[in-house]
């Protein structure tokens, strides 16, 4: 149940404020300035920017799992701690107090040229390091989580569906962009209530973290 709970933190990166907006960009981007013309194109880069920042994310995963197996005999202390940070980051998700680096948001002209493959994959590399403060309360989460697991395998696998979240709306948007338009505007609309949601859903991730009733939790939701 914890990979459902990952994935669902990949899914609202995808729609946070930090980076929904700049989706047409990055669309635009893969189909190398065509508008959308070269659907097979755009959908061959996205799945290429996908694969390229789930690399990252593994590398961070089986770390943060390893990390955690290291500390393991100090289990209360490591969930009170991860527990105290998740918590942190759904209090700015609130407007409860500032963050600096989790509210940074990059703007960065992209100059629009042919992509290949391997180029998507360098970009989603390049995505995941350049982008890590704004899309960080929810990968911070993840990591949380994947450290709590004591298992490089067991982390990597927290972030495999974390990135799945994030990256297979990314996929059907390459396909779907021009059906979507009114889906992304209903988002936009209501930022305020995705912020408040989402920041209640980290505080109360936290809070099970802290007290260790996170296990209970996910057995009690799998009955």
């Known amino acids: 149940m914890q990979y459902i709970l990952s994935l669902l933190e990949g899914i609202i990166t995808f729609i946070s404020p930090c980076l929904l907006p700049m989706l047409p960009v990055y669309l635009s981007f893969f189909a190398g300035g065509s508008g959308g013309e070269k659907t097979n194109s755009t959908l061959k880069n996205a799945i290429g920017f996908v694969c390229g920042f789930t690399v990252v994310f593994l590398i961070l995963g089986a770390f943060a799992g390893s990390i955690g197996l290291f500390l393991r005999q100090?289990?209360?202390?490591?969930n009170i701690i991860t527990g105290l940070i998740v918590i942190l980051f759904g209090l700015n998700f609130l407007g409860l107090i500032q963050i600096d680096l989790l509210n940074r948001t990059y703007r960065?002209?992209?100059h629009i040229k042919e992509m290949g493959f391997f180029s998507s994959v360098l970009f989603g590399i390049?995505?995941?390091i350049g982008w890590t403060p704004c899309v960080g309360a929810f990968l911070g989460s993840a990591l949380m989580l994947a450290s709590q697991q004591g298992s490089a395998i067991?982390?990597?696998l927290m972030l495999l569906f974390y990135s799945m979240g994030l990256g297979i709306p990314f996929i059907i948007s390459a396909v779907l962009i021009h059906r979507l338009k009114t889906a992304f505007q209903w988002i936009k609309a209501h930022y305020?209530?995705?912020n408040l949601l989402s920041g209640g859903l980290l505080v109360i991730v936290g809070i099970l973290m802290m007290t260790g009733w996170m296990g209970?939790?996910?057995?009690w939701l799998t009955f």
Not at 216 to 219: A, E, P, V
């Open 74 to 78: 100090y289990t209360s202390v490591v």
């Open 108 to 110: 960065k002209e992209l």
């Open 126 to 128: 390049v995505f995941s």
């Open 154 to 156: 067991e982390g990597m």
């Open 192 to 194: 305020r209530i995705i």
């Open 216 to 219: 209970y939790f996910l057995t």
